[in-house]
């Protein structure tokens, strides 16, 4: 009982070093940001956020792992490494409907990515966990007669990147809930057909 106790204790304290480190990163820098500095505005001992991720780079790799998982949670639903249009519009909608409620994070992440040198430090390890999820929607597209199906998955990744962007600088005054319907429409075989 006791482990398990302490199990979800370190779950829960993981999860709010990891936002407090996203908002020193962008606040002070990636680059200019150390351990103690994570410790002291956490609470903990650096013995103890280290415990829990080994390394500050560790932290930046968690962190990006937490938007891959945010993004692309909704792909493939039933995991069976086929997209059907239905689970392609449900991966929009679920893209869109994500940001929105994850729009401090995504605000604090995409000022993170805008940090020279930033990208860099997980370029390779990001490509990594994406390729799977674009390989996915590649193979939806290939078997839709997409002339380049790559082409049209980078496309469809910019587009929705690009939105989500413009959304997390300006969430005000930002059309979101019609560029959601224009993205659905534009993969929406039914509604080619009714146009």
Do not use: C, W
Not at 7 to 20: F, N, S
Not at 103 to 132: A, M, T
Not at 175 to 184: N, R
């Amino acid at each position: 009982m006791g482990a398990t106790k302490n199990k979800t204790a370190d779950k829960i304290l993981k999860k709010e070093i990891l936002h407090i480190a996203l908002e020193i990163f962008v606040r002070d820098g990636y680059f200019s940001t150390t351990g103690a500095i994570i410790a002291s505005e956490a609470g903990v001992s650096e013995e103890k956020l280290f415990s829990l991720f080994e390394t500050k780079e560790n932290l930046l790799h968690t962190i990006v792992a937490e938007a891959v998982h945010l993004i692309f949670d909704g792909i493939d639903p039933n995991q069976d490494g086929e997209l059907l249009e239905v689970e392609l519009l449900f991966f929009i909608n679920d893209y869109f409907d994500s940001v929105a409620r994850n729009l401090d994070f995504f605000s604090l992440f995409y000022s993170l990515r805008l940090q020279p040198g930033v990208v860099h430090q997980y370029k390779q390890e990001l490509r990594e966990i994406v390729n799977s999820n674009f390989e996915v929607i590649s193979d939806y597209f290939r078997k839709e007669g997409a002339e380049n199906p790559k082409m049209e998955m980078r496309f469809l990744a910019s587009m929705l990147d690009g939105i989500a962007m413009n959304y997390v600088l300006e969430p005000d005054g930002y059309p979101i809930d019609e560029m959601q319907q224009k993205v659905l429409n534009m993969y929406s075989k039914k509604a080619e057909i009714d146009d």
